[in-house]
T-cell receptor, first 113, second 112 residues
Framework: AAGVIQSPRHLIKEKRETATLKCYPIPRHDTVYWYQQGPGQDPQFLISFYEKMQSDKGSIPDRFSAQQFSDYHSELNMSSLELGDSALYFC????????????FGQGTRLTVV | GESVGLHLPTLSVQEGDNSIINCAYSNSASDYFIWYKQESGKGPQFIIDIRSNMDKRQGQRVTVLLNKTVKHLSLQIAATQPGDSAVYFCADFTGANSKLTFGKGITLSVRP
């Protein structure tokens, strides 16, 4: 079965650079979530989208922005990167229509140097 | 504020024994609760969920119990195996705003 696809899997950026993370949800899923997980930390909710509209917002820095496109894929844009942004970034998708649970991708490991 | 939290940070069990992982939550409006397993460097993997109008649900080797009176959730793993070693998270989900909130992870370590 198709799963949530995230790209890239690994990304190394320098401080103050910009990064874009992509998430392709499971087909026919209408909701996408983004989470940040630091080393040894719990996943922290950043933001979610339902039908291309922002659904909920968590602890997402102002330097970050995200959107969900017409094909339901989502991108997380991160600017003015800081060392503390180094983390695993997970995307999950679910379907509000069919009321499914959220399935996670394998994550993008971002390292800021 | 609302939170979902686990009682203990680590749990060590003997292979073959049953494991019980507990979780407390505070959001009474959650639609359902989910247990995830996360192995090192991987994304959280769905294990089992339970709707807020249920008190028990069984899967393969796993059982989730929900006690809404005391806002308590537990995951029982029967005949724990080395492959069960991972970090386990409970999470609560509210469908109205697609909000999925994770609790503190607990590390399950299985002794051979």
């Amino acid at each position: 079965a198709a799963g949530v696809i995230q790209s890239p899997r690994h990304l190394i950026k320098e401080k103050r650079e910009t990064a874009t993370l992509k998430c392709y949800p499971i087909p026919r899923h209408d909701t996408v979530y983004w989470y940040q997980q630091g080393p040894g930390q719990d996943p922290q909710f950043l933001i979610s989208f339902y039908e291309k509209m922002q659904s909920d917002k968590g602890s997402i820095p102002d330097r970050f922005s995200a959107q969900q496109f017409s094909d339901y894929h989502s991108e997380l844009n991160m600017s003015s990167l800081e060392l503390g942004d180094s983390a695993l970034y997970f995307c999950a998708s679910s379907s509000r229509v069919t009321d499914t649970e959220a399935f996670f991708g394998q994550g993008t490991r971002l390292t800021v140097v | 504020g609302e939170s979902v939290g686990l009682h203990l940070p680590t749990l060590s069990v003997q292979e073959g024994d049953n494991s019980i992982i507990n979780c407390a939550y505070s959001n009474s409006a959650s639609d359902y609760f989910i247990w995830y397993k996360q192995e090192s460097g991987k994304g959280p993997q769905f294990i089992i969920d339970i709707r807020s109008n249920m008190d028990k649900r069984q899967g393969q080797r796993v059982t989730v119990l929900l006690n809404k009176t005391v806002k308590h959730l537990s995951l029982q793993i029967a005949a724990t195996q080395p492959g069960d070693s991972a970090v386990y998270f409970c999470a609560d989900f509210t469908g109205a705003n697609s909000k999925l909130t994770f609790g503190k992870g607990i590390t399950l370590s299985v002794r051979p």
